[in-house]
């Protein structure tokens, strides 16, 4: 199961699963677009916008493991 890490540029998470673009607009995150997603991390992102990078890293892993899990089914 792939995991990410509040360090990790936002556009290589995107590369790890495209669909992690959906949990970080669903955070009012809707750089995924921005030019500045290819040189921000996840941390760096979280801190412009309010947010705790931490919560948002267990979200995004959660959702990792239930794509791996449904995919695995």
């Known amino acids: ?11 290589d998470m995107i590369e790890v699963d495209p669909n992690i673009a959906n949990v ?4 009012g ?3 995924v677009g921005c030019m500045a997603a290819h ?3 996840l941390a760096e992102a979280a801190m412009v916008h309010g947010l705790d990078a931490d ?3 267990a979200q995004i892993n959660d959702f990792l493991s239930k794509q791996s899990a449904t995919e695995e089914a």
């Open 39 to 41: 040189g921000e991390t």
């Open 29 to 31: 995150m809707h750089c």
């Open 1 to 11: 199961m792939a995991q990410i890490s509040k360090d990790m540029l936002i556009m």
């Open 55 to 57: 919560i948002l890293e």
């Open 24 to 27: 970080l607009m669903a955070f």
